[in-house]
């Protein structure tokens, strides 16, 4: 019966069962062979990878945070909409709209002065009065500059005016 032995090494193929192995001064049971071909990456290989890397990460970068402004922007747009209607039912139950004074905090208690506090409806317009995406309250003007009211954020700048993402974002746009 011939059977085949099955090797523990690929080094060891050329050697018969039993054989002593050469080793390298200074390492402990690695054959001669393997000793002189296990190497590691070099400097310039791991160079090479850490600025591919860093490539991609700027690609990446520069596809996504303008995605991120666009989000902010459309949170202020879509924040701005609810508050809109809010007041807009404000003033069909209470005929007027709130005043400046009283500002957005009207949604949520019933504001001094009321002729017919009666009608104020019981928990207020809104549950809470939202914060724009860079954390600044809404700001509310009655009469508005450009309508019955206005209802905006000052945009990323926090300032009112500007242009680009520091632009003033309300229910006139």
């Not at 506090?117 to 724009?132: A, H, N, S, V």
């Not at 009211?149 to 993402?165: K, P, Q, Y």
Request: aromatic share 8%; proline share 7%; hydrophobic share 40%.
């Amino acid at each position: 019966m011939n059977r085949q032995r099955k090797l523990a090494h690929p080094c060891r193929a050329s050697r018969p069962w039993g054989a002593p192995t050469k080793v390298a001064s200074g390492a402990r049971g690695v054959p001669a062979r393997a000793a002189l071909t296990a190497r590691g990456f070099t400097l310039v290989e791991l160079m090479v990878v850490i600025v591919i890397i860093g490539l991609l990460a700027t690609v990446v970068a520069i596809n996504v945070l303008p995605s991120q402004d666009r989000a902010m922007v459309e949170k202020a747009r879509a924040d701005v909409a609810v508050l809109e209607q809010a007041v807009e039912t404000y003033r069909l139950e209470n005929l007027a709209y709130p005043r400046t004074d009283d500002s957005l905090d009207a949604l949520l208690v019933a504001p001094r002065g009321l002729t017919r506090p009666e009608r104020y409806r019981q928990g207020g317009y809104i549950r809470r009065l939202p914060t724009d995406p860079w954390g600044n309250p809404y700001q509310y003007r009655q009469p508005g500059s450009r309508g019955a009211f206005d209802v905006f954020s000052f945009g990323a700048d926090g300032t009112e005016g500007g242009e680009g993402d520091g632009a003033d974002i309300g229910n006139w746009n």
